[in-house]
């Protein structure tokens, strides 16, 4: 008889922002394994786009992190956290300890392009947004351990925001 994966110690691991040993989510954890260990931010539910695909997420309280935590949903399946401003402990200490990423692509921050600055641990089922110059890192991301492409296609989240212009935005070009 074959052992049901328990989806709790990662994401308690999660709560508790310990990532230097992370492995991932499991692949089958829910939206109850969510509810039994993150309150709910609020009540509604958005829909968003992760790598090509569309998704559903709702936002949770964890008291591990100052800013809410975005939990993505593939029907009642977790496919990704995220939370901007994870404010981990030893950015430096951590990026060393997780080695060299599987890959670097270019990501944002608002508006700002950063250059190699989306540190994609696939295999780990981790993604560090950082900026290499200063080893900061303003948005992190988790999921089941995947390849690259998959996450690209899959799972990556789009950080960038467009700024419209005030003329624009007087017209009604935006609605």
């Known amino acids: 008889m074959s052992r049901v994966p328990d989806c709790n110690a990662p994401l308690k691991q999660f709560a508790r922002r310990q990532f230097s ?3 991932g989510l ?7 394994d969510l509810d039994a260990l993150f309150p709910r931010d609020d ?3 958005g829909t968003g786009m992760l790598g090509e695909g569309e998704y559903d997420y709702i936002w949770l309280s964890s008291s591990g992190y100052e800013n809410p935590v975005r939990a993505w949903l593939d029907g009642e399946r977790l496919a990704l956290l995220e939370v901007e401003s994870p ?86 070009m935006d609605s």
Not at 26 to 32: L, S
Not at 96 to 102: F, I, M, T
Not at 134 to 143: D, K, P, R, S
Request: aromatic content about 12%; proline content about 5%; some cysteine.
């Open 43 to 45: 009540d509604w539910i």
């Open 21 to 23: 040993h992370w492995q």
């Open 87 to 172: 404010a981990l402990a030893n950015p430096t200490r951590l990026l060393s300890a997780l080695g060299e990423p599987d890959a670097r692509l270019d990501a944002y921050r608002y508006t700002v392009l950063v250059t190699a600055g989306e540190w994609v641990y696939a295999r780990r089922g981790l993604t560090l947004f950082v900026y290499p110059t200063e080893n900061y890192i303003y948005h992190l991301a988790v999921y089941a351990p995947c390849s690259v492409a998959e996450y690209e296609h899959n799972l990556r989240p789009d950080l960038k925001v467009t700024r419209l212009s005030l003329r624009r935005q007087a017209s009604g």
């Open 26 to 32: 499991v692949a089958d954890c829910t939206r109850a």
